[in-house]
């Protein structure tokens, strides 16, 4: 490497790493700033090492200002409702998801389905009762539902519980 080429190296990699810091502190906003420093000043760099990093900064400038400017998504039919429940689900929030899943049947959403995603976030929640009535009701839109419910991971825990036994088999 030519000296040049080691001095500026040496020199995005500190500011790299000082913006990499910020982001995971979620900082975003310094973070933001300090990726976008990095982009412009190294935008024109004749060195592709150099080059590559100032790129990966432009995509953690982009996700940092997505944090600091979510975009929010407006929901307009029932499948909205399914897909953000199914989407509150993955990310842990069991409750959050339930109400999207509650809007979606409100709006006549009644699918097999929404009912086998209900279950699931009422068994989440530990709630037998529900997973079961929810479980039962998936079955009475769709009996093919009864091998991937008996088969789904998620519903392990309920292999030994009669009631659920009883339904899928």
């Known amino acids: 490497m030519k000296l040049k080429e080691?001095?500026?190296l040496q020199a995005i990699t500190v500011e790299y790493e000082?913006?990499?810091q910020l982001f995971h502190k979620k900082?975003?906003?310094k973070a933001g700033e300090a990726f976008k420093k990095i982009t412009e000043t190294y935008k024109d760099s004749e060195f592709y090492s150099i080059l590559e990093i100032q790129a990966r900064a432009k995509v953690y400038q982009s996700m940092a200002g997505a944090?600091?400017?979510p975009k929010t998504v407006k929901l307009e039919s029932a499948?909205?409702?399914v897909?953000?429940?199914v989407y509150q689900l993955n990310a842990g929030e069991i409750d959050k998801a339930l109400e999207f899943f509650a809007q979606a049947e409100k709006d006549n959403y009644r699918d097999a389905f929404l009912y086998f995603l209900m279950a699931a976030?009422?068994?989440k929640k530990e709630d037998t009762a529900n997973t079961l009535r929810y479980v039962g009701k998936c079955l009475k839109k769709d009996e093919h539902y009864k091998v991937i419910v008996y088969n789904e991971p998620d519903f392990e825990p309920l292999l030994q519980d009669q009631?659920?036994?009883n339904l899928v088999e």
């Open 163 to 165: 009631d659920f036994l």
């Open 18 to 20: 000082k913006a990499l």
């Open 67 to 69: 944090q600091t400017h």
């Open 121 to 123: 976030a009422y068994l």
């Open 6 to 8: 080691e001095k500026e």
């Open 27 to 29: 900082s975003f906003g």
């Open 79 to 81: 499948q909205d409702y």
């Open 83 to 85: 897909w953000e429940g």
